[in-house]
């Protein structure tokens, strides 16, 4: 096949926790030109809605935190399509808690969703990037991974780690033509903000230099142009309005 064809052939795209949020933002602007797998777990209802309302999406649930589930996941993903070119690492989960009051169980829980998931994920598909001597790894990490967040030590040691992960694979599989990169969104308008009051909006609004809170489009736009860029690896980009500079 010409290269060009190849290149303008629709990617195989999976990508954890679009059921709601940034995820399933992501899953709407990709599926205009890719097959996208939009994998779930506790919101079946949301995840179907989203299947019937866009013709290029397949849902799929799995606990990315669970192994066996990731492995049939990525077996039936290979099995379906053939390839998988593109993971996007999105699922998390938040924890706001005084660091006095995390338990170990707490701990294992957000590292457990939000790191091993993408450890998990992505060991699981590489074998088939390998093969195709081609891949791209998105990892979905946090502002609070760079700039650390009062209340939130574990979420941000997870999402740190995110980013370290990124890093160091982007070295170890930059020879395999597999570019690994994150995305650190900002405060973002989704359910896992749906704790904060009109004040606590007002006063990031204030405190952002565009002066305005993100939309999961905002996160899904840059996942869209790191899915096509062929010379980006290994790179944290801030998706923040600012406020982290
Ligand atoms: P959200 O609205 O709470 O949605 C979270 C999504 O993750 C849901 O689709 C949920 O699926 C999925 N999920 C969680 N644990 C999962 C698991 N074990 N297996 C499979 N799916 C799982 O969150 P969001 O704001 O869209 O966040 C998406 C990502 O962006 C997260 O990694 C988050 O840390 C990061 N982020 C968000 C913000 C923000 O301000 N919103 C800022 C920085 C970074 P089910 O409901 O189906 O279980």
Redesign the pocket.
């Known amino acids: 096949m010409e290269e060009n064809q190849e290149k303008n052939m629709p990617k195989v795209i999976l990508i ?9 933002e992501i899953a709407k602007l990709l599926s205009k030109n890719n097959i996208i797998i939009a ?5 079946e209802e ?2 179907k809605t989203l299947k019937l309302e866009n013709a290029n999406i397949d849902i799929y649930k ?4 669970k192994r066996e589930e990731v492995r049939n996941m990525i077996k039936y993903i290979i099995e379906k399509y053939g390839k998988i070119d593109v993971v996007i690492n ?5 924890q706001e808690k005084m660091f006095q009051d995390i338990t170990d169980e707490d701990w294992h829980n957000i590292m457990e ?2 790191l091993y ?1 993408a450890f998990c994920v992505t060991q699981e598909s590489l074998k088939n990037m390998l093969e195709n001597k081609s891949g791209c790894i998105i990892n ?5 991974g760079i700039s650390g967040g009062s209340c939130a030590v574990g979420y941000s040691a997870a ?1 740190a780690g995110m980013d370290g992960f990124t890093k160091a694979l982007a070295k170890e599989l930059g020879p395999s033509n597999i570019r690994v990169n994150s995305i650190a ?4 308008n ?4 749906a704790y904060l009051t009109e004040a606590d909006w007002d006063e990031i609004k204030e405190e952002t230099p565009l002066g305005k809170i993100g939309e ?1 489009i905002d996160i899904a736009r840059c996942v869209d142009w790191l899915v096509k860029d062929e010379f980006t690896t290994g790179q944290v980009i801030s998706i923040n309005g600012g406020i982290v500079i």
């Open positions: 954890t926790g679009a059921s709601r949020g940034i995820g399933r994998n779930y777990n506790k919101s949301k995840a799995a606990d990315v935190s999105n699922a998390g989960i938040d969703n939000n998931s979905i990490s946090s502002i609070y999402k969104p900002g405060c973002i989704t359910d896992m903000n999961g």
